[in-house]
């Protein structure tokens, strides 16, 4: 069988419907761009290779985003990882940069990147205005990857942001999802999206994960425990730590303020436990969500004919009453669980540094076990 999405096989999670693409793309304005970086073979050659890995760039909108910021916010189901700016989002609730993932070694020079991007759109930055936050984020690839390369240079990042793009996205083993792993088999990026009932607002949510982590028995699809039957070539039979990270990143068109993502932060993290996770004590799970509703302009003083000012904005957001906010916790949690099997199902066999191999999930196996024990949900 191809390596084909979940719905593409008849299968399916959740309630709610998806939107056209399924993809952290429905939601209005969001881009996705990717740069796979794949090279080299054979024995691991510490600073040259081989290079199995990549970094992925996910753009709230097309325009300025430090001139026109979104709200943000961020969560840390387990901290064992090092991300890059999250402290500026908890404290200020917005996102001024395209978020970017990659691998843990690589996060200064991605971030690096980022900031020359965001000098180059916005020159006035720590000149005539303040200082940029970029935000980071990674999972290690090293099984995979010669991770000490860092080969993920400012010019790959300026590609994957220069070449994001809405639409479908590309999953599997690309972009920042190039050297990772997912419950002992290929993981990578996956992405899914719900839409809300009309009554609710029909307001859209995405998600986009980068897979890491995952102990093999541990894997759920559509509630049927298919670890328990198959289990990657070479994998040992005894019980290991869980030692894999993951990155969530969400996006939604619904008004919330960086409060309200935040509550949908920690839903992420439901999602990812329907799958098998339990966030084990060397696990980096983290997760970063935006409202594309409203813009906010940077703050800069102005001159008039009355004296001078600050820019101001009034923006209107949904109450925690309101029918959509019962609707946008499942809806992150049913984009996260599919994201997750998105990226198993469509990641490749990849072979990487000294000759160690991921093997792609054996997806006629898992449909027949999935099928055979229960129904979709």
């Known amino acids: 069988m191809t390596r084909a ?3 593409d096989i008849g299968l399916s999670v959740g309630r709610l419907p998806p939107g056209p693409h399924n993809a952290i793309t429905d939601v209005g304005g969001v ?6 970086l794949v090279s080299g073979e054979g ?3 510490p600073g040259e290779g081989p290079v199995r890995t990549g970094v992925t760039a996910i753009l709230p909108h097309a325009a300025n985003l430090f001139r026109e910021k979104v709200r943000g916010a961020v969560h840390t189901i387990n901290g064992f990882g090092k991300v890059f700016g999250f402290e500026e989002v908890r ?3 917005v996102i001024e940069a395209p978020v970017t993932l990659t691998n843990t070694l690589n996060v200064g020079l991605v971030a690096d990147g980022v900031l020359q991007y965001a000098i180059r759109q916005s020159p006035e930055i720590g000149v005539r205005t303040s200082s940029v936050n970029t935000v980071v ?3 290690n690839d090293g099984y995979l990857n010669d991770v000490q390369g860092r080969h993920v240079g400012a010019e790959h990042v300026w590609q994957a942001i ?3 793009a809405s639409g479908p996205v590309a999953e599997g083993a690309v972009g920042a999802g190039t050297g990772t792993s997912c419950f002992g088999w290929k993981g990578g990026i996956g992405t899914a999206s719900r839409v809300l009932p009309g009554e609710a607002g029909g307001y859209t949510v995405g998600a986009l994960v980068q897979s890491n982590f995952g102990h093999p028995r541990d894997l759920t699809v559509c509630g049927v425990p298919v670890g328990e039957y198959v289990q990657p070539p070479g994998v040992s039979e005894g019980r290991q730590p869980e030692k894999g990270s993951v990155m969530v990143v969400l996006a939604t068109d619904a008004p919330l303020s960086a409060r309200q993502l935040r509550r949908l932060c920690v839903r992420a993290a439901a999602g990812l436990a329907r799958t098998g996770s339990h966030y084990g004590h060397g696990s980096g799970d983290f997760v970063i969500a935006f409202s594309t509703a409203f ?3 940077h703050r800069v003083s102005f001159s008039s004919s009355v004296g001078t000012g600050d820019l101001t904005c009034t923006q209107t957001m949904l109450s925690d009453e309101a029918r959509a906010m019962a609707w946008l916790l499942p809806a992150v949690v049913e984009s996260v669980e599919e994201a997750v099997l998105n990226s198993l199902f469509r990641a490749e066999t990849l072979v990487g540094r000294d000759g160690h191999t991921r093997y792609a999930l054996p997806v006629d196996e898992v449909v027949a076990l999935t099928k055979g024990r229960g129904s979709s949900r």
Do not use: D
Request: hydrophobic share 30%.
């Open 5 to 7: 999405r979940l719905r």
């Open 31 to 36: 881009r996705v761009g990717h740069v796979t």
């Open 43 to 45: 024995p691991l050659r």
């Open 91 to 93: 404290e200020l609730g």
């Open 137 to 139: 984020g990674e999972t």
């Open 162 to 164: 220069e070449s994001a």
């Open 295 to 297: 813009r906010i302009p």
